[in-house]
């Protein structure tokens, strides 16, 4: 199994997930265009696409998901609530909920239930039968559900969205930072780094850091606060950012 990001951020995400012959690409909040672009970049085209999973509705995980579908007839797959949410509505392949496993091609997908400001917010677990690899941005808060959905993984990418100090001094007006750093807003990188101290971190071979805020956090605060707290090597940690993601990573 091997993955890789499109861009993470608050300005578009995209996460493709490989595995035999399926590609499944998590949220497309990139317009048909850059979605297009950035594929290329990553050496695969739209109409190789197994499937489209959306996390909720918010508009940098669903930008592109209806026109990228219809171009290329990808079937997608999201929650009840979040077709509800969505402003352009898609047609749905299938509905998940939370807990929920499907198997699309050669990847199994489990889907999870977060607490996040939208209407039924899920994220996922791909599995190929002997890896796992896990998929959570977008969420304000965790429990011990959450936590036994993510153990044993062999991949992680995890939302380190902002720094909790950065986010009290910065631009934003009082409601948003309240939203933003609220149990249904988002993780910032102490919550994120704390969240994977309680995983069985040690077996991941790859743990990236995403959705990193462009005002309110910086790549090396999110960084030295996973070092901190788990005292790991520095140079372990990925990050993907909003430009240009992260290229292809092998889960072996
Ligand atoms: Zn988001
Ligand atoms: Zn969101």
Redesign the pocket.
């Known amino acids: 199994m091997r993955f890789a990001v499109l861009g993470s951020g608050?300005q578009g995400?995209g996460t493709l997930i490989a595995s035999g012959n399926t590609l499944l690409l998590v949220d497309c909040g990139f317009s048909l265009r850059e979605t297009e672009r950035r594929l290329a970049l990553l050496g695969v085209s739209a109409a190789q696409l197994s499937a489209v999973l959306v996390t909720h509705e918010?508009a940098?995980?669903v930008h592109g998901v209806g026109l990228l579908s219809r171009r290329y007839n990808v079937p997608v797959y999201l929650s009840r609530g979040t077709l509800r949410g969505m402003r352009k509505p898609v047609e749905a392949a299938g509905f998940l909920a939370a807990n929920d496993t499907l198997q699309l091609g050669d990847l199994s997908v489990t889907a999870v239930g977060v607490t996040h400001d939208a209407l039924e917010p899920l994220q996922y677990v791909f599995g190929d039968g002997s890896r796992r690899f896990g998929v959570l941005?977008?969420l304000g808060s965790y429990d011990a559900a959450l936590l036994s959905s993510y153990q044993g993984l062999d991949a992680l990418l995890i939302e380190a969205n902002h720094c909790r100090d950065l986010l009290g001094r910065g631009p934003y007006p009082m409601f948003l930072k309240q939203r933003v750093g609220g149990d249904y807003g988002h993780l910032n990188n102490h919550q994120a780094a704390r969240l994977v101290s309680e995983l069985d971190w040690q077996n991941l071979q790859h743990l990236v850091l995403a959705?990193l805020s462009s005002k309110n956090n910086q790549p090396q605060l999110a960084r030295q606060c996973f070092v901190d707290t788990l005292g790991c090597d520095p140079d372990w940690l990925q990050v993907a950012n909003q430009d240009s993601g992260l290229d292809w990573r092998e889960i072996a």
Request: a negative charge; charged letters at 25%.
């Open positions: 608050s995400n918010h940098d995980h941005t977008d959705h």
